[in-house]
């Protein structure tokens, strides 16, 4: 088995899903790494740092990847092997928003660890109430109060 042609053979989905992994998972979690303590950043080796920035990430991604799911779920073309990577992808885009505004307040204004991930609960909170709101509107049945039928093309609507 090759490496690199199992990596040319992934479909543009995988390849996405590769990339967010790796971006969505590993980068924001060596740049909180770093920002917290920047002496663990020049000890650790690679493997092991990589490790513990996908400790920090993929809990918060696996979430949110499930905050997506029970809220808004995938679009129904999706096919079933492909549900999970969808709703990952999706998670990781919104986690990784999330935590590097955490990390921009951190940046600037040198917050503590505790206070970085209070903020993190809170935008997590935030989160959860937007996808269920957006859940429920996607939900409501129309403003008559009755189900719409449909019209066929031809017929014109009565005045």
Known sequence: MNPV????????????????AVGGSVCPGVLAIWLFNPEMVSVLTTPKLVVLAVSFMLPYIGMNSWIVGM??????????NKIYIQLFLQASVYSVFMFSICLAIRFFWGIS????????????????????????KNQEPPPSGRLEQKKDVGENPKV
């Open 113 to 136: 660890l505790n206070t970085f991930l209070i903020i993190l609960a809170i935008l997590e909170i935030f989160f959860l109430a937007h996808q269920k709101v957006q859940a429920a």
């Open 71 to 80: 809220t808004t779920g995938c679009v129904a073309t999706t096919p079933k």
């Open 5 to 20: 042609e199992e990596f040319r053979k992934l479909e543009s989905g995988e390849f996405g899903f590769l990339v967010s």
